[in-house]
């Protein structure tokens, strides 16, 4: 069965750093994109950054290039998003999802594709 679990969610102040875990459990990292996405209340899902191995490849989402890095670590079958200099319009409910094959790039930069299994989110709260 195919299973993701996020973790490493929490409340930071703006400019403050966190890092986001994706377990992933019934099938393998390097054959699947892993994407992260977020939602914030009242706003619809917003597609934040993508990995695949398979072609070496990772996306961001031009708000959070040069902030968030995206990560995976085969043997712990898990992928990190790691924040820094969080802004309050980060919050959000995080989630991983994954598809197989590779990342695809959506209109404007965004992450597209369809995600098939999805993890049930961390939230993420930056505020003073």
């Known amino acids: 069965q195919v299973q993701l679990v996020e973790s490493g969610g929490g409340l930071v102040q703006p400019g403050g750093s966190l890092r986001l875990s994706c377990a992933a459990s019934g099938f393998s990292l390097d054959s699947y994109a892993i994407g992260w996405f977020r939602q914030a209340p009242g706003k619809e899902r917003e597609g934040v950054s993508c990995i695949s191995d398979r072609d070496g490849r990772t996306l961001y989402v031009d708000s959070v290039k040069g902030r968030f890095t995206i990560s995976r670590d085969y043997a712990k079958n898990t992928v990190y998003l790691q924040m820094n200099s969080l802004k309050p319009e980060d919050t959000g409910i995080y989630y991983c999802?994954?598809?197989?094959?590779?990342?695809?790039?959506?209109?404007?930069?965004?992450?597209?594709?369809?995600?098939?299994?999805w993890g049930q989110g961390t939230q993420v709260t930056v505020s003073s």
């Open positions: 999802a994954a598809h197989w094959g590779v990342c695809v790039v959506g209109p404007r930069r965004g992450l597209g594709g369809t995600y098939d299994y």
